[in-house]
T-cell receptor, first 110, second 114 residues
Framework: GNSVTQMEGPVTLSEEAFLTINCTYT??????LFWYVQYPGEGLQLLLK?????DKGSNKGFEATYRKETTSFHLEKGSVQVSDSAVYFC?????????FGKGTTLSVSS | NAGVTQTPKFRILKIGQSMTLQCTQD?????MYWYRQDPGMGLKLIYY???????DKGEVPNGYNVSRSTTEDFPLRLELAAPSQTSVYFC?????????????FGQGTRLTVV
């Protein structure tokens, strides 16, 4: 079946550090892939997406590349800020719904 | 632009009580969803709807019911609350079901069953 696996958290970084959050998926066909972010006390917001292999999604300094050969969609940011502290969810579109990973909590300190 | 609005934001229920979680969207989206979020478990799909009058079960539908009488509203009903239903519930909508477009989420309802 369809599933998403992302690295366990929490991830704790200092400001301006490099961030990688790993995400791999299992799916039939070529699903669209997403990263959603959840700030404390809020709902999820779309951070970026990629709809086909080798596409790179980017937003607010975050990037992720759709790698069909490794079934991965890792999230990266070159220099994190305190305001990036949140829970990050990798997701894939399967049929009529989104399948989410378990989420990775990122905590950035100054 | 309100987007997806959920009410209430917080609720405490006693075991066996019933309640309805309200969800409304003003974006004229056909597709609507209910998810529950448990710590360390990500989001699980409860029910979804592809349009007014059409609903279908997701991954964890037991103990819940939904209806979709209008495009805007998608209420979630808990008939006999159980402690296992303690969770944060999110409603979401999207323009079409392929979901290569963005899904919009409400701010969530935190439900505690005691």
């Amino acid at each position: 079946g369809n599933s998403v696996t992302q690295m366990e958290g929490p991830v704790t970084l200092s400001e301006e550090a490099f961030l990688t959050i790993n995400c791999t998926y299992t799916a039939t066909g070529y699903p669209s892939l997403f990263w959603y972010v959840q700030y404390p006390g809020e709902g999820l917001q779309l951070l970026l997406k990629a709809t086909k292999a080798d596409d790179k999604g980017s937003n607010k300094g975050f990037e992720a590349t759709y790698r069909k050969e490794t079934t991965s969609f890792h999230l990266e940011k070159g220099s994190v800020q305190v305001s990036d502290s949140a829970v990050y969810f990798c997701a894939l579109a399967a049929g009529t719904a989104l399948i989410f990973g378990k989420g990775t909590t990122l905590s950035v300190s100054s | 632009n309100a987007g997806v609005t959920q009410t209430p934001k917080f609720r405490i229920l006693k075991i066996g009580q019933s309640m309805t979680l309200q969800c409304t969207q003003d974006m004229n989206h056909n597709y609507m969803y209910w998810y529950r979020q448990d710590p360390g478990m990500g989001l699980k799909l409860i029910y979804y709807s592809v349009g007014a009058g059409i609903t279908d079960k997701g991954e964890v539908p037991n103990g819940y019911n939904v209806s979709r009488s209008t495009t805007e509203d998608f209420p979630l009903r808990l008939e006999l609350a159980a402690p296992s239903q303690t969770s944060v519930y999110f409603c979401a909508s999207s323009a079409r079901g392929k979901l290569d477009t963005e899904a919009f989420f409400g701010q969530g309802t935190r439900l505690t069953v005691v």
